[in-house]
């Protein structure tokens, strides 16, 4: 069926570094997002993305935090500067369309630790 | 926002035994999805259903929009089927998905 595949499945770094997680969308997918688990918590949204634009955002989306899907290549979450509390499971899911028979597709995820 | 309460919070079976996992959510659903994560943390889609009852090998799920509930039963688990299952719910805005807790189902041999 179709994937979402996310690169690298591990980043560690270093407290105040630029991190960029990166996401290969389904390919005929036009919606995009990012959730963000932390070990042993639930699953939160962080914030979708349709047509160059973010569209919904929650709070946990910090200023620190960008996304960006230049055309044709991968959906980024970028976090700069990284703080202890981003250590964190990164999901990325695309979908087609938004509504009921829309489903979305999950990727694997990126673990981020931050050191 | 949109509560998901996901019961039990945590089951453990024989192998070859029923499951019957349960969600529940406070206000309107436009899309309902069942997600695996396995004991590593990775996502898998298993089920899409807003409404109605879907089956897909050994999973079935019953989902009733005006109770605000869903079930999800696996029939004859496996060991394999070990891990935690996710109920999200998508409100009427920009599909923005609200995962439960969970239930963290374990199958012994």
């Known amino acids: 069926g179709p994937k979402v595949l996310q690169i690298p499945s591990h980043q560690i770094i270093d407290m105040g570094q630029m991190v960029t997680l990166n996401c290969d969308p389904v390919?005929?997918?036009?919606?995009f997002y990012w959730y963000k688990q932390i070990l042993g918590q639930q699953m939160e949204f962080l914030v979708n993305f349709y047509n160059g634009k973010v569209m919904e955002k929650s709070k946990l989306f910090k200023d620190q935090f960008s996304v960006e899907r230049p055309d044709g290549s991968y959906f980024t979450l970028k976090i700069q500067p990284t703080a202890l509390e981003d250590s964190a499971v990164y999901f990325c899911?695309?979908?087609?369309?938004?509504?009921?028979?829309?489903?979305?597709?999950f990727g694997h995820g990126t673990k981020l630790s931050v050191l | 926002g949109q509560q998901v309460q996901q019961s039990p919070a945590s089951l453990v079976l024989q192998e070859g035994e029923n499951a019957e996992l349960q969600c529940n959510f406070s206000s309107t659903a436009t899309q309902l999805q069942w997600f695996y994560q396995s004991p590593g943390g990775s996502l898998v889609s298993l089920l899409s259903n807003p409404s109605g009852t879907k089956h897909t090998g050994r999973l079935t799920s019953t989902t009733v929009t005006k109770e605000r509930r869903s079930s999800l039963h696996i029939s004859s688990s496996q060991t394999t089927d070990s891990g935690t299952y996710l109920c999200?719910?998508?409100?009427?805005?920009?599909?923005?998905?609200?995962f439960g807790d969970g239930t963290q189902l374990v199958v012994k041999p």
């Open positions: 390919s005929n997918h036009l919606y």
């Open positions: 999200a719910i998508e409100g009427n805005s920009n599909n923005r998905i609200f």
């Open positions: 899911a695309s979908s087609s369309g938004q509504g009921s028979n829309e489903r979305l597709f």
